[in-house]
């Protein structure tokens, strides 16, 4: 097949349109760019260019359908290309370049569409559901457009890891229907800092199982996929999540997210005139310069309100020293590794999109949203800047002197 004049041609307007528009042309470059790509994946999946004769042609062109699609350069108005009279009726054509970064948005639509198609769903859910999918859907539909995805997810939640040096775990809550009733579903979520400092969010897992079994279950899952030579864990004290560390992460340090301590010290605090001074006492001794200075901090603090406030005393005496583990590590890590901070974005991507269903029908439809947005993040993570600076601190810090040796 000959696309090498319709590349040239394509190729001479973008340099048309960005030498004319510079840097405000991307847009119109992209999707000259874009479209080009897409008419040439529609011949490469017909088996023929335009009124070419050939024995492998699958079906023949039938235009083209306009969509808007966003982007990091701005809204782009592309033509999809169509086809008709396949030879094979189970066959249908979507251009794979329009697949990546919309995942989510399909993994949402087919969560609200369950909903409709189960019967579990409001006159509301209804509207969304025709709004976004632009049509009733039958659960034929349904399920063979899940069938696709889940395929496409499975696979990227049991890729193989490698590495990893620093784990950071949380969890969040979302509504799920059980058994005729609505429960709260446990969504587990890992992210990694490779050797290299660059973030991957390794899996995730939706389980109405005991906390402490699906921590187990989920690291144990980590692990099988081949993580290894994580030095640290950083989290929020999750129920379940001490026995699920000391039994499949046996001897690495784990780190108490400090912000989330920050928080907890508020319930021990007796009056509401002291809040702001037990939460500048806290954070003094966060930013310590070393650990021998934090724990200085530490039972000044303690002895201040052991008689004032005896409950914060004791809970302070308890709880802190689990958020001073970060003092192992450079300077320039801890900030970045004192917290679970760095899951604030997903979990905005995820609750952008969760509150707009509201309710899911079961955990595997849960499951497709959560997987989609968190594939689409990491993909960014792994392609972009490092996280961490791995190359000028390691050997100076204690836990990383095995490591390198």
């Excluded at 004769?53 to 033509?79: C, D, I, M, S």
Aim: net charge positive; charged share 30%.
């Amino acid at each position: 097949m000959a696309h090498r004049s319709e590349d040239h041609k394509a190729f001479q307007q973008v340099l048309e349109v960005l030498i004319e528009n510079g840097l405000d042309g991307m847009a119109s470059a992209m999707e000259i760019l874009f479209n080009e790509a897409m008419k040439i994946e529609r011949s490469v999946f017909l088996g023929a260019d335009s009124h070419e004769r050939t024995p492998e042609r699958r079906g023949y062109r039938n235009g083209f359908k306009g969509k808007k699609v966003k982007t990091r350069v701005g809204e782009l108005e592309v033509a999809v290309p169509q086809v008709r009279d396949l030879k094979d009726p189970d066959d249908t054509f979507y251009p794979k370049s329009l697949e990546k970064g919309l995942r989510s948005e399909r993994a949402l639509k087919l969560a609200i569409a369950e909903m409709y198609v189960q019967g579990v769903s409001t006159r509301r859910v209804k509207e969304i559901t025709q709004e976004l999918c632009g049509l009733d859907v039958s659960s034929t539909a349904v399920s063979r457009a899940s069938k696709l995805l889940d395929e496409e997810l499975e696979r990227w939640r049991n890729r193989p890891i490698g590495k990893i040096l620093h784990l950071i775990l949380d969890a969040r809550y979302e509504k799920v229907r059980h058994g005729g009733s609505v429960v709260d579903c446990a969504v587990l979520m890992a992210i990694g800092v490779r050797a290299d400092g660059k973030r991957s969010i390794l899996g995730v897992s939706v389980s109405l199982s005991e906390a402490e079994v699906h921590w187990r279950d989920f690291l144990a899952s980590l692990q099988e996929r081949g993580m290894h030579g994580v030095l640290s864990v950083t989290s929020d004290d999750h129920k379940g999540i001490r026995e699920a560390l000391k039994v499949r992460l046996t001897g690495v340090k784990w780190q108490r997210c400090q912000f989330h301590l920050q928080q907890n010290a508020q319930s021990y605090v007796p009056k509401v005139a002291m809040r702001t001074e037990v939460a500048s006492a806290i954070k003094d001794i966060f930013n310590a310069p070393d650990r021998q200075e934090a724990e200085n901090r530490l039972g000044r603090m303690v002895e201040r309100y052991r008689k004032s406030a005896p409950q914060l005393a004791e809970w302070a005496e308890e709880n802190i020293p689990e958020g001073l583990t970060i003092f192992d590590l450079p300077p320039s890590h801890r900030r970045r590794l004192r917290t679970t901070n760095c899951l604030e974005r997903i979990s905005e991507e995820i609750k952008r999109r969760t509150r707009v269903a509201r309710l899911f029908p079961n955990e595997a439809s849960l499951l497709r949203l959560i997987s989609a947005v968190l594939s689409e993040i990491s993909e960014e993570w792994e392609t972009g800047r490092a996280y961490l600076n791995m190359k000028n601190e390691r050997p100076a810090t204690s836990i990383y002197r095995k490591e390198v040796a």
